[in-house]
């Protein structure tokens, strides 16, 4: 599997690109901003987008998708229970002091145990609803990889204060859905640096 991951947009929002080196073919999560920096690693790679996936549906990790469909053609999937943080971008970009981007209602709702496909590599959709009510996880089996969104960070969880949020809903979908991972699963975040399903059963302090 080809993997980069890079910040993007105001927030540094983690944007990943998964590419299959066989196919050719390429999935983009997250695709907050800066989307002409996104084209130019997929011409990179020589990958060809077939997926955007958004793992929640605030300004800096959905700003940038019906563009990078509009570029690609690519189909975006996010979780239906969102639609509503789509509804109220003009309000998420007054709070940042930005202009709100181009939203639409995605191809297909990322729903509960969705398989999502690049290529021969396949990842489940995990719904870990308590940052948003449509928040979700993107778990790569084989390769070991959970894409945690804004549910879970290296020492620290997604915040709850925001439209959609709840503290004890966050806490139950990740203990319930996340800590039974194996412990090397490495923990790709919606923000900040990678860490282990391992490492934060272990030193999470919010978990702990």
Same mark, same amino acid.
């Given at each position: 599997?080809?993997?980069?991951?890079?910040?993007?947009?105001?927030?540094?929002?983690?944007?990943?690109?998964?590419?299959?080196?066989?196919?050719?073919?390429?999935?983009?999560?997250?695709?907050?901003?800066?989307?002409?920096?996104?084209?130019?690693?997929?011409?990179?790679?020589?990958?060809?987008?077939?997926?955007?996936?958004?793992?929640?549906?605030?300004?800096?990790?959905?700003? /940038?998708?019906?563009? !990078?469909?509009?570029?690609? $053609?690519?189909? +975006? &999937?996010?979780?239906?229970? *969102?639609?509503?943080?789509?509804?109220?971008?003009?309000?998420?970009?007054?709070?940042?002091?930005?202009?709100?981007?181009?939203?639409?209602?995605?191809?297909?709702?990322?729903?509960?145990?969705?398989?999502?496909?690049?290529?021969?590599?396949?990842?489940?959709?995990?719904?870990?609803?308590?940052?948003?009510?449509?928040?979700?996880?993107?778990?790569?089996?084989?390769?070991?990889?959970?894409?945690?969104?804004?549910?879970?960070?290296?020492?620290?969880? /997604?915040?709850?204060? !925001?439209?959609?949020?709840? $503290?004890?809903? +966050? &806490?139950?979908?990740?203990? *319930?859905?996340?800590?039974?991972?194996?412990?090397?699963?490495?923990?790709?975040?919606?923000?900040?640096?990678?860490?282990?399903?391992?490492?934060?059963?272990?030193?999470?302090?919010?978990?702990?």
């Amino acid at each position: 599997m080809i993997l980069e991951t890079f910040p993007v947009g105001l927030l540094q929002c983690n944007c990943s690109i998964l590419g299959d080196e066989a196919t050719g073919e390429a999935m983009v999560i997250d695709p907050g901003d800066n989307v002409a920096y996104i084209l130019e690693r997929l011409e990179a790679q020589g990958l060809k987008l077939k997926q955007i996936v958004v793992t929640h549906g605030h300004i800096d990790h959905v700003g /940038g998708a019906v563009k !990078l469909k509009r570029a690609t $053609g690519a189909s +975006i &999937l996010m979780n239906k229970n *969102d639609l509503s943080q789509l509804k109220i971008m003009n309000i998420q970009a007054a709070w940042l002091g930005v202009k709100a981007p181009e939203v639409a209602p995605p191809d297909e709702s990322a729903g509960e145990g969705l398989i999502v496909r690049v290529g021969s590599h396949k990842g489940e959709v995990l719904q870990t609803p308590g940052h948003t009510q449509g928040s979700i996880c993107l778990h790569f089996v084989p390769e070991g990889i959970l894409f945690a969104g804004d549910t879970l960070f290296a020492g620290s969880i /997604g915040r709850t204060d !925001l439209p959609g949020g709840n $503290g004890k809903q +966050i &806490l139950r979908s990740i203990h *319930d859905r996340l800590m039974p991972l194996p412990d090397e699963t490495r923990v790709i975040p919606g923000h900040g640096a990678e860490t282990t399903i391992g490492m934060e059963k272990a030193e999470n302090p919010f978990l702990i």
